[in-house]
């Protein structure tokens, strides 16, 4: 009539193994499949929009066959749409204010790189008129934007 100390008995007592709730163990482990298919769908979003942010201002430049320049730092822009419309960076101001919104933001005075960035579209005239403003107001370093030709 002795009950054995390792418990022969079915029910009542305690269970062995660490499982105590329901018959599932305690995970001490972390899951990072949630955390990396997040972050790799960041990844792609942050690719696909960052050559979308360069430009504010829309224009279809006209084609060259020059390379590309290197550029250690942004160069202040003046964009000229095909209606005509003028931008600093991607503000729109008037013709007249060009000269006097330069030297304001121009950050090593008379020596900053600018560059015009006109639409194939755009008057002949706005463009000119643009960059002689530009050249009065002193700056000598003056640059067209372009693209080049497809196929090369």
């Known amino acids: 009539m002795g009950m054995s100390a390792a418990g022969g008995s079915k029910g009542g007592g305690r269970r062995r193994g660490g499982r105590g709730r329901g018959g599932k163990a305690v995970m001490s482990e972390i899951n990072v499949t949630p955390f990396v298919d997040v972050m790799l ?62 030297e304001a933001i121009a950050t090593t005075g008379y020596s900053e790189r600018i560059f015009v960035r006109g639409d194939a579209t755009s008057p002949y005239g706005v463009i000119a008129d643009v960059m002689s403003r530009i050249q009065e107001a002193g700056f000598k370093n003056i640059g067209l934007v372009t693209q080049p030709k497809k196929g090369q």
Do not use: C, R
Not at 54 to 78: R, W
Not at 92 to 99: G, L
């Open 41 to 102: 769908v960041l990844l792609i979003i942050f690719m696909v929009a960052a050559p979308m942010m360069t430009v504010g201002v829309p224009i279809d430049l006209p084609e060259t066959q020059a390379k590309a320049l290197n550029a250690e730092t942004q160069p202040i822009t003046i964009s000229v749409k095909s209606d005509g419309q003028v931008f600093l960076q991607e503000t729109p101001i008037p013709v007249e204010e060009v000269a006097a919104k330069l």
